[in-house]
């Protein structure tokens, strides 16, 4: 049995409740089979693949807070710190019902690739709670995260391990997170990203991920002789990421038609209004339903259903394994060109595999929604140096990051002879720097 087959057996024996880290797994151990098979025995003696898929430690603890009724609630809070081999751990928090374990760390093995493929020097981590922060106070929400960070400030630092935003942690969650930490640790310092600009954080870190997405997009496009301009892109998620993708699709002449959330998706022939979409999303945090109802050009649908609108360019951007097969499939038979994914592991491997084979451009979330953290990463040097960049300073930086991502995974590819795959790609170029700097500090 190969190397990578045998640590494979072993990953799934180990973790076998744990579906999504398992996929991880074995999406980034198959592609690097190229380049473990050029070194096998090293690698072997090494155990490196055997370290690669083990947290370096990981927490679980409960998190007891009192809902506006007087009642106690208890969630359960993690974090996941998986590898810190070239940086402190760094990755979101996310806070939605369907977290557990499994979700946290195969987010938190995802980022390790992902923070390497930035070029800046981050390690691999991810956390979150089972709490859902829909429908609940602010004072509520306040609590939660009081409790939360309580617990979480024991384990994390500037220097150790710098949480972020994800699904359901945003600009108010951080807040309520990093009052807490000040006030435990006494220390005020860049423990965590995606701050309000008051107190830290970095001019365009909201937009980074969406508008990330969109600059390696049209790098793909640009290196395979197309241009953005007047392309149809379908949009899942109505979140961070897909608001900021949707604005910058549309800054370069793109016609977004479509987004989602957890309930329904609209589809808006004329062009999503971007402007009416952060008013429902970001401030109401409402439904699109009330998208649907001050815009006479959209019509909303219940269910899951954006892939079937015809596109050029499809990017998902709300959660894991939204692009099923026959998603893909409907996709290729409308002619779509790209898939790139703003989201974490949306699309099933099976549906890449169908994307990749029908000569769909596919760049995987790893490399695609980098822009996120690389901005954090940027976060983190405006706060050591005590300084604050601009708009423009952050967005140049973001967009090089972006193009250079683009450039290194087509390359990696190239190297191994998979031109086009740039998830291999993506997970060769990862993996190669975080290799070295794991074999350079010995066994640890
Ligand atoms: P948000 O919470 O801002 O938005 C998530 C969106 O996806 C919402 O529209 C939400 O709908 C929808 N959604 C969430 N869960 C589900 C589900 N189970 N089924 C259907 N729809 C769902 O999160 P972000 O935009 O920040 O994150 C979106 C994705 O991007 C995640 O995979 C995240 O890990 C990834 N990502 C985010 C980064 C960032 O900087 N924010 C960086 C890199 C990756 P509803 O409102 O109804 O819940």
Redesign the pocket.
């Known amino acids: 049995m190969s190397y990578v087959d045998d640590v494979l057996s072993r990953v799934k024996e180990k973790n076998a409740s744990e579906p999504e880290f398992l996929q991880a797994a074995q999406e980034v151990l198959e592609s690097l089979r190229p380049v473990i098979e050029a070194n096998e025995e090293l690698y072997k003696r090494e155990a490196l693949l055997e370290r690669l898929t083990e947290p370096d430690r990981q927490f679980k603890f409960r998190v007891p807070w009192v809902d506006d009724n007087g009642q106690v609630q208890v969630n359960t809070g993690y974090r996941v710190q998986f590898n810190n081999a070239i940086g402190p751990y760094k990755g ?1 928090l ?1 806070l ?1 019902p ?1 977290v557990n374990l499994g979700i946290i760390k195969f ?1 938190g093995f995802e980022q390790i690739f992902k923070n390497s493929l930035t070029g800046l020097p981050i390690g691999g981590g991810k956390g979150g709670s089972d709490f859902d922060p ?1 429908g609940k106070s602010d004072r509520e929400v306040m609590a939660f995260c009081q409790s939360f960070m309580t617990e979480l400030c024991k384990y994390i630092g500037a220097d150790v391990d710098v949480p972020a ?4 942690t ?1 600009a108010r969650e951080i807040g309520y997170m990093f009052g807490q930490y000040k006030k435990i640790r006494g220390t005020y310092e860049g423990v965590l990203t995606g701050k309000g600009l008051t107190y830290g954080g970095s001019l365009a870190r909201t937009e ?2 969406g508008y990330g997405l969109l600059y390696i997009t049209q790098e793909l496009m640009k290196c395979h002789g197309e241009s953005m301009e007047g392309k149809t892109v379908v949009i899942s ?6 608001i900021y993708a949707a604005q910058k699709a549309q800054q370069m002449g793109a016609k977004v038609v479509t987004c ?4 329904g998706w609209i589809y808006d022939p004329e062009g999503i209004d971007v402007a009416l979409l952060k008013e429902v999303k970001e401030v109401k945090r409402a439904r699109l339903t009330e998208y649907a109802a001050a815009r006479q050009s959209a019509q909303y649908h219940e269910g899951r259903g954006v892939w079937q609108i015809k596109c050029d360019i499809a990017l998902p ?4 394994n ?1 692009l099923l097969i026959d998603d893909a499939k409907q996709l290729v038979a409308n002619g779509c060109k790209a898939v790139c994914e ?3 592991m949306p699309t099933t491997i099976e549906a890449t595999r169908y994307l990749q084979e029908n000569g769909v451009w596919f760049i995987g ?1 790893k490399a695609a ?1 980098a822009g ?2 690389a901005t954090s990463a940027l976060e983190m040097t405006q706060n050591s140096e005590r300084l604050s960049w601009t708009f423009e300073e952050v967005d140049s930086k973001l967009q090089q990051i972006m193009v250079n991502i683009y450039h290194n995974i087509d390359d990696a590819a190239k190297k191994y002879g998979m031109e086009g795959d740039y998830v291999a790609g993506a997970n060769i170029a990862g993996f190669e720097k975080v290799a070295q700097a794991m074999l350079a500090q010995g066994v640890v």
């Open positions: 979101g996310r939605h369907s987010l829909k935003g994800d699904i359901g945003g980074a991920t998620g109505a979140g961070n990421v897909a989602s959330d957890s309930t951007c709300a959660t894991q939204e703003g989201a974490n979330g929604n996120g953290v």
